[in-house]
């Protein structure tokens, strides 16, 4: 699934359609990066049928004549010479293909047939297309400028951040992160993305040697199981993606798929799909830059904790704030720490986690060292907070670079906030360093808490797992959809281990009667109709039954209301079942298929919890066995089965058994489930099981 | 109440006291930045026994030689010497004294002593007092610096947002914030707060002309009500205060008590207080920063709508998701607007809200100037978000230029996001032109939020309404505490025309079966003993009693188990009361005394609603029928009183009218309530009303 990318980011050779040194022409512009700004040592051959030299390098006519196979071609001739550009190429064997040219799918539908056709090229002949209608390939940490834009020479701090958008402007926002110190070794782009697209970089980077995380600006994900493939690639190579979600409000998503056409996607299930596949979801820009520095400087084992370094006790406080109100822990520091920090710092400074060591160590710098070093090298510290609430000129500047010093000597994890609107020489002393110095706390606390979860996350990730979607024949369509009576339902869920009430179809009302003595009361009496999905509503339900009586004439007064409002519909006849025992708790599960990510399971406790409160959760399928637990635990309802108020635990075993087997069921081709509700099941205390009391169930058709 | 601070401020002389021109002295630092960097033209004398001269300027030996009686001393003599010389100060008529010194309650309990001397000083003379330990003061707007910080001279962009803080430090960071474009009028920050503190100097602001948003960082309130007059009295000027509290988790609070003494408070009550006041509360520096930035240039209606010019598809996906989850509305172009807009730009620009010109518009920047107005006066448009995501030199410094051009033209309020980590000239011309750039797309839709609901909040105000903690006896202890029973409580109650079942207390059994067929069952037959606080946990409770004879063996059943249990506690009988009727909803409400605010209502639906999701909502007292609606409609659980999936709505009025004859009952200084809880409390539909079915009530010994 994967592609090789090794030499379209660094290839050997080079072949540029459209060479050009008109001033300011894209041609121009991308030549200029290649040749001045770039370390590009391999053959570069430039073609253009009207130019004999180009930046005083021959030119030939046409790609024909390239005496060689370049590893890469980069096109900047108009939109309709592109294709025919594309096709020389392929026969040459050029490998890829950067299409800088513009006016495609993003203008008009000839745009769309033309990227449509080159789609088919790539597949035809193997090589890959970047492109068209981006912005082209940044290789920092090979000093490699396959772009035409101006910035290419001023952006090139290199680092372990690779970095994959689909906009070019977003990227460039997080590429001039570089002015805040991270380094970015990779930028992909490929704007239109006809061929190579997000998922492709994303897969490349989780190989690359170079680059330790994966940041990504992300509109929209047109194929599923592609995206899915790399995020899982990258998990087992334990490389975090840190992602930016974009079109997660309605109008967000209009924005979205005007500007990419891209699939954006129910938000609530991408980020339930980016969750599972642990991908690090950030809420903007900012925090994106904020993570990955964070990751570009260690991976966390999942229990590290904070100790705040301040010098004033308003930054303490606010710091501690932000770490308490974000999950995090603040570090003891050992009882060694204190007797160093007491001998070293004034009566008036306050020992203890949050340090506050007064403004007065300003006049005192000499002594910032040994006591910045004192809480950083902590035994219970993993992260040193370090708030610089304000610029004071050189006096910073001395704060930071002894925060370099301690940082450089011990490598120690120390954290410079830089509150304060104005970047002095102490804030360009930190970037130079290649320290990212968070612009808040807020920000500061946030990024270490994703940070340190993602520790967690990786030990308890399932290295094998890949989900259902991954399986082409479970995502197309499964022919027309059929809804299935809650018998029918309920007898296919039995047959995968779900737990079901006893319970027996009943044709005439003697036979229910009779059903009472077979089964136990109190019974339920059910109209069974495929036609109707509300059987409350028409008053096709009646509860509580216990006498044979009671049993016969809910059936005849069942029958004659269902025929009355539905007078045309093929009924079945009544269900009689078994009711569950009082003082259960009552949850759903249900799967459907999302047209991007495939199946996904959404679990919770039924009615009011989930209308009022959106307490779900969601995981692509196969759920496995841990991750049953995890769904069920991860909702605040959790509680509520755990035994709140002097109530026993729930039998959360057993509702950890039907997901399962819900998700086996589904999983199932055979079984061609388009779509299943069961809701409400019964949850019992401890012992007592799980029982699906209803269920709707639309199946497709086999193929 | 309030001081008059116009002198403190603005005052016409000045005695300086410890004046030197020892070199980085803080009393030369301060006189450099009196002298030669205010525009301070009254007179100045100085005061040094050791000197004749200071700056060329005489210097007297003593306070009793001024030959006048100036408005402010500055003191900045050792600690020992202050209260001498705050002494002579008094004795001499001076309205205002700024301490600088430290060396007080933040180091041991002698100075905590002498802190103690000087606010007995303030009290008695009427000499108003600022400091110790504290920075000074800063009048940007008069050019008057009466503060030893060397950053005076630079930070002295005038403006209309008034600053104050408790520690200097994070005062700091938002004075540079100035480099963002913030203007500064006045910023007072009084570090220990011996006499004048936070609300002295929000009470000033909030009359003073040059003055229209109170930013303030709050690390803790000692005097509630006197903060809260200060709050009402903005409120009634119209004038945000804007506050960011420090200390909200617990260690974050443990910091700042260390740090300014200061109580705390719980993070909950102090958020519900601030709510109430109208204050809006912001989670960091940078969002006090933003929002104040918002009020600077206009107060909300709180019905304005957003455009968003963006010339990127990211961009404006971003935005227009940002715009959607802070839950604001995007603007409806006019079809004018669009007409003009298209003719404007080229076909390949999104034409709609949010607006996407595409990059291309820098090629034809003068394009910027109609597009960007058409955009800002479009009739639904009040406030355009202009997201601008790269720093991209001189083609982004047009981009401002049109910005400032199309705002100071027509008065609009645009607000530009600089989401890149490159500031360049772009941003620096913004900055000139007091137009303050946000610094990410989440953050301008947070203080966008924050700003429209505020204009939603004055319309609502109750302008006549104050807090009962205004009122000193209420908030006094009020002796030992004493818990009444049920029976006890509920007559209390009743009195207050709180609805309470029919019930009779019965200290027989042949009184409780008569009490049935008085009151009508079916019936609730209750212990009633000051002493069992957990009434059910014994057995004491029986429900659903409908017969004479249930009635009579629930009595002589509960009286044995309470006595088995609490053999020597005294009980007053059994309560039989009316049950309510089924189908009704729970809910809570009860009123406790913070420390600092007084007595808060706290609003509920019981049990799970509340332990798991903290869905209450919180009030001062007293509890007006317009705040009884608000708080009952702003739980998330309101809904379930609306009446979810096809249930009827609850009788909500009732509800209402409780909550405030339950703040009546409370206020009322004769019933000395310390505590009260009222759970559960019966709601049943529209029509049934409300009952109050248990109440637990603590009364302290009235005066």
Not at 65 to 90: G, M, N, Q, R, Y
Not at 288 to 302: E, M, Q
Not at 450 to 477: C, K, T, V, Y
Not at 668 to 673: G, M, S, T
Request: charge should be negative; aromatic fraction near 6%; hydrophobic fraction near 45%.
């Amino acid at each position: 699934m994967s592609a090789d990318l090794t030499r379209l980011v660094d290839p050997r050779s080079i072949v540029f359609i459209g060479a050009s040194d008109r001033q300011d022409s894209i041609a121009q512009r991308a030549l200029e990066n290649l040749i001045a700004h770039s370390a590009f040592d391999g053959e570069l051959y430039l073609v253009n049928p009207n130019r004999t030299e180009v930046f005083g390098r021959p030119c030939l006519a046409d790609i024909s004549e390239v005496p060689d196979t370049p590893d890469l071609a980069i096109i900047t001739t108009p939109a309709e010479t592109v294709l025919p550009s594309l096709k020389a190429c392929a026969a040459l064997g050029v490998r890829f293909a950067i299409v800088f040219t513009a006016g495609f799918s993003e203008v008009n539908e000839a745009g769309q047939k033309n990227e449509a056709d080159m789609k088919a090229l790539a597949d035809g002949t193997g090589m890959r297309i970047y492109g068209p209608n981006c912005p082209g390939l940044t290789n920092v940490n090979k000093r490699l400028g396959f772009t035409f834009s101006p910035a290419f020479k001023t952006d090139l701090r290199p680092g372990s951040t690779g970095l994959v958008t689909q906009g070019g402007a977003l990227g460039r926002t997080i590429m001039q992160s570089m002015d805040r110190g991270l380094g970015i070794g990779l930028w992909c782009t490929a704007g239109n993305e006809v061929d190579l697209d997000t998922s492709d970089f994303i897969d490349h980077m989780a190989e690359a040697p170079s680059i330790d995380v994966i940041a990504v600006v992300l509109e929209g994900v047109r194929d599923g199981p592609k995206f899915i493939a790399a995020a899982r690639h990258a998990a087992r190579r334990a490389k975090p993606i840190v992602a930016l979600k974009i079109g997660k409000s309605a109008s967000g998503m209009a924005a979205t798929q005007s500007h990419t056409a891209a699939i954006s996607g129910s938000a609530e299930v991408n980020a339930a799909v980016l969750q599972q596949l642990g991908v690090i979801e950030v809420d903007d820009l900012d925090e994106l830059v904020d993570v990955a520095s964070l990751f570009a400087l260690r991976r966390p084992r999942g229990d590290e904790k904070i100790g705040i370094f301040s010098m004033s006790g308003g930054s303490a406080a606010l710091a501690a704030d932000m770490i308490g109100l974000a999950g995090l822990d603040l570090a003891q520091f050992s009882l060694q720490t204190i007797a160093t920090l007491r001998e070293l710092l004034p009566p008036f400074a306050a020992i203890a986690n949050p340090l506050d060591t007064s403004g007065n160590i300003l006049a005192t710098p000499h002594l910032l060292y040994p006591a910045l070093k004192a809480v950083a090298e902590d035994p219970d510290v993993s992260i040193t907070l370090f708030p610089i609430p304000l610029d004071y000129g050189k006096f910073i500047e001395i704060v930071c670079d002894e925060i370099i010093r301690v940082r450089t000597e011990t490598g120690a994890m120390i954290i410079p906030v830089w509150m304060s609107d104005r970047t002095g020489s102490g804030y360009a002393n930190l970037v130079a360093a290649d320290v990212v110095p968070i612009r808040s706390l807020r920000n500061a606390a946030k990024a270490i808490k994703r940070w340190r979860d993602f520790g967690q996350r990786l030990e308890r990730d399932e290295p094998n797992w890949s989900p259902m979607a991954l399986q082409a024949e479970n995502i197309a369509p499964l022919g027309p959809a059929v809804t299935i009576t809650e018998v029918e339902a309920k007898a296919k869920l039995a047959a995968y281990g779900l737990p079901v009430p006893a319970g027996r179809l009943c044709r005439d009302a003697s036979a229910a009667a009779a059903a009472l003595s077979e089964i136990g009361g109190p019974v339920v009496a059910k109209i069974v109709c495929a036609a109707i999905t509300h059987k409350s509503d028409i008053g096709g339900v009646k509860l509580g039954l216990v006498s044979p009586d009671q049993v016969s004439t809910a059936w005849t007064d069942i029958v004659a209301r269902a025929q009355s409002h539905f007078p045309d519909a093929p009924f079945d006849g009544v269900l009689i079942e078994h009711m569950a025992p009082s003082g259960g708790i009552e949850a759903f599960a249900g799967v459907h298929r999302d047209p991007v990510f495939g199946p996904i399971m959404t679990f919770g406790l039924g009615g009011v919890y989930v209308e009022l409160f959106r307490d779900v959760s969601r995981r692509m399928l196969p759920v496995t066995a841990v991750q049953a637990s995890a769904m069920i635990r991860e909702t605040r309802c959790f509680e509520l089965l755990q035994g709140i108020r002097g109530q026993g635990a729930s039998d959360i075993a057993a509702l950890e058994a039907l997901l399962v087997a819900l998700s086996d069921f589904f999983s199932d081709p055979a079984q061609a489930v388009l779509d299943i509700e069961i809701n409400p099941i019964w949850v019992g205390k401890r012992g007592q099981g799980v029982l699906a009391l209803d269920a709707v169930l639309t199946l497709g058709s086999v193929r």
